[in-house]
């Protein structure tokens, strides 16, 4: 607490007579007043009391550029506001503006100033910290190069099979700087690309990458793959087998030996379900129900592009199972 100077009079007891007048440095928590608060008391009312609270003014509300048939006001709560030609007016008056402008709604809050001095005609000529304007906005507008696709319209061929055309076509989010097959350069305007004699027998893979003119980049892959089929139906049933038997029953292209499939097994017909040895023995459930199914053989078979290869023989153990969906894991 600050100390204050109180005046203090020393009187003659007798006559009352001022004999000295002394200015003693004080806390204002020793100054009593007639209703017995302190100095500090009456301090603290005097700063802390309230006034009354005053009327809700009115607010100033932004609408925008003007624009013909709105509704504007100037009420107890609400003035608008209203930019036109570069200067911001506040409406006199309530009303719905018409087609044409009416300046006796309205008074001038920020008047348009005088046109500045010609600046520079581009986005180079402009400096905005160590960089110009147009480098900047490059900067905020630029993407990463990226292709979106590519493809081949090969994909999945049958063992022993010979590719000889290929058609490759991609796309990209922009035209790149460089562009390049299995390293080889393309020219970046293209976007498909047809090769002949490709004379393809194995598993391949075509790696396309661009790259844009900040040296980023975008790569992607497709690829031609090589499968051998299996093989599913229902006949009578067999004690031997060749390859002209399995080519008569349905053939999928696929690496796995799983599968799932509806045959209509007629009066003395079983189902037979043939693979490439390599993929492994397969489990089977008929009905909801696990097994049902036998090995029946092991041929050399010879697949209908010449490719050969050893293949499971796989037969139902019961003939004549109707309409039959079969779930090979």
């Not at 008391?41 to 700063?47: G, R, W």
């Not at 460089?178 to 020219?187: M, R, S």
């Amino acid at each position: 607490m600050a100390l204050s100077k109180v005046r203090v009079q020393l009187l003659n007891e007798k006559t009352g007579e001022v004999i000295e007048e002394v200015d003693v440095l004080t806390s204002p928590d020793s100054v009593l007043f007639a209703d017995g608060k302190t100095l500090t008391q009456v301090l603290e009312e005097i700063e802390t009391t309230p006034g009354e609270k005053g009327d809700k003014g009115t607010s100033l509300r932004t609408r925008g550029a003007w624009a013909p048939s709105t509704a504007y006001v100037a009420n107890q709560q609400y003035i608008d506001i209203v930019s036109k030609d570069g200067t911001a007016y506040a409406c006199k008056a309530s009303h719905t503006s018409t087609s044409t402008w009416d300046a006796s709604k309205w008074m001038v809050l920020v008047e348009r100033g005088p046109a500045g001095a010609p600046g520079a005609t581009t986005a180079d000529g402009v400096s905005y910290g160590n960089k110009s304007v147009k480098e900047v906005l490059d900067d905020l507008l630029y993407t990463a190069i990226q292709l979106t696709a590519f493809t081949n319209n090969v994909n999945t061929v049958e063992m022993g099979t010979t590719v000889n055309t290929v058609r490759l076509d991609w796309n990209y989010n922009k035209t790149p700087k460089t562009l390049t097959l299995d390293n080889a350069q393309v020219d970046v305007s293209t976007k498909t690309k047809t090769i002949e004699g490709a004379g393809i027998k194995t598993n391949k893979t075509y790696t396309l990458k661009a790259m844009d003119d900040r040296n980023a980049s975008s790569q992607k892959t497709t690829a031609i793959t090589f499968l051998n089929g299996i093989y599913w139906g229902v006949a009578a049933k067999k004690t031997s087998f060749d390859s002209a038997f399995v080519l008569t029953l349905t053939k999928g292209l696929q690496g796995s030996k799983a599968k799932t499939f509806t045959v209509n097994a007629g009066a003395g017909q079983h189902i037979y379900y043939a693979i490439p040895t390599r993929y492994g023995t397969p489990a089977f459930k008929v009905g909801g129900f696990d097994g049902g199914f036998s090995k029946a053989g092991t041929i050399q078979f010879t697949n209908a592009s010449g490719y050969t290869e050893s293949y499971d023989i796989w037969i139902s153990d019961n003939a004549g199972l109707g309409n039959t969906t079969v779930n090979v894991a």
